[in-house]
């Protein structure tokens, strides 16, 4: 068996697949797998870091600007759009895959059409409430199209194979624990707050929740989780300046970077967080009362109808970011500690909205797919 898979640009694309390229491979051992993406692109970097051959293409995506620089890039991406669909034909043919998986962003377009044009089935998988451009172009052609929310479905073009798989989700987070977590970390009976924008960081969402730390820093109501990301080092002075030395208050955790999410994710009462695809399957899963904060600066303003998709649900709350400061933030966060049935009306919702055997679901379209090919 030998697949092919294309998708990039972001994590939330990238770790979708290289999710289902390793539950692939413990299922069939003997699979082949080569994974296209964009030279340069972060998946040249974390595609072989997780042990799958990369091969790529070179490929920009359109910017949404009449400003000069932007008409030169689009340029640009026009004349690669062709040059990438050629390349990308030729990795195809050396690989002689007998599929080819797509998970969204720029890069998959070319892929999955040049796969199509060659005659072999191809399949896309989508985190997202509101799909990508490549996504929605490609989806009438694709043997079986996976969504992880069945509201993607009303978005892209009718009469396609849409199947609900959910997004994978990783056995840490199914499994972990909430009190096995909070004593591993230290933490007592008080609330938990978990809070973080990303890896880079979020300025809102960092300058928001300066304010409540700041405050939990002085009465220690809540005890605070927070992750400050890559561009963020300046989040500890700015709590300084609100009343709170971070260094000397031992009910808060701030850090560049989460690297144990399960364990810290188990341990919240509450997160406080973007609303990216993967994130929100990883609190479904968890159970997690949550207060969203939709990036606005993502294709599509996807992240927006992700968090809607919860809302509606009565799983989650929102702020959209022009609406965001400290004090709505503070005053959300208190609400909703203080009332303990609403918050585990918010938990119970969120978990049945949860789908924990996506790797599965994923796994056996996979196989009939290529089952019904061979024949």
């Known amino acids: ?17 290289l999710a289902i390229a390793g539950y692939l491979k413990e299922m069939q051992p003997s699979a082949e797998i080569l994974y296209i993406g964009n030279k340069g692109g972060m998946e040249s970097r974390l ?38 669909i050629s390349a990308s034909k030729r990795l195809i043919k050396e690989f002689n895959p007998d599929l080819c998986i797509g998970t969204g962003g720029y890069v998959s377009g070319p ?16 985190q997202n409430a509101f799909p990508g451009v490549a996504n929605k172009m490609l989806s009438k052609k694709a043997a079986a199209v996976m969504l992880a929310i069945a509201d993607a479905q009303k978005h892209m073009k009718k009469g396609c194979n849409f199947i609900v798989t959910g997004n994978p989700v990783r056995g840490e987070i199914i499994n972990a624990d909430r009190e096995r977590a909070r004593a591993e970390l230290g933490l007592d009976e008080r609330p938990v707050v978990l809070s ?29 989780i927070h992750a400050y990301g890559q561009y963020g080092h300046w989040f500890p002075d700015l709590v300084k300046e609100k009343g709170s030395d971070i260094s000397k208050c031992s009910n808060l955790d701030v850090r560049e970077y989460i690297d144990n999410m399960p364990i810290c994710l188990a341990a919240a009462d509450v997160v406080i967080c973007r609303a990216g695809a993967i994130t929100l ?43 965001l400061t400290g004090e709505a933030l503070t005053k959300m966060v208190d609400k909703m500690v203080s009332d303990k049935s609403k918050l585990e009306s918010y938990a119970a919702n969120a978990r049945k909205m949860a789908i924990i055997d996506a790797n599965e679901r994923i796994y056996n379209i996979i196989m009939d797919v290529y089952s019904k090919n061979k024949k």
């Open 1 to 17: 068996m030998r697949v092919v898979f294309a998708g990039g640009g972001t994590a939330g694309h990238i770790n979708p697949a």
């Open 47 to 84: 595609v072989p870091k997780a042990g799958f051959e990369f091969k790529g293409i070179e490929v920009s995506g359109f910017r949404r600007s009449m400003k000069p620089s932007a008409i030169k890039s689009n340029i640009k991406t026009v004349r690669l759009a062709a040059t990438a």
């Open 111 to 126: 892929v999955l059409k040049a796969a199509n044009e060659m005659k072999i089935p191809i399949l896309i998988h989508e």
């Open 196 to 224: 973080f924008g990303g890896s880079l960081g979020a300025r809102r969402v960092n300058e928001a929740c300066a304010d409540i730390i700041a405050r939990s820093g002085t009465d220690g109501k809540y005890q605070h």
């Open 281 to 323: 399957s990883e609190i479904q899963a968890q159970g997690k009362p949550a207060i969203l904060i939709p990036s606005p600066n993502v294709a599509e303003n996807h992240q927006y109808h992700n968090a809607m998709a919860l809302v509606n649900k009565n799983a989650a709350e929102i702020i959209e970011e022009s609406n």
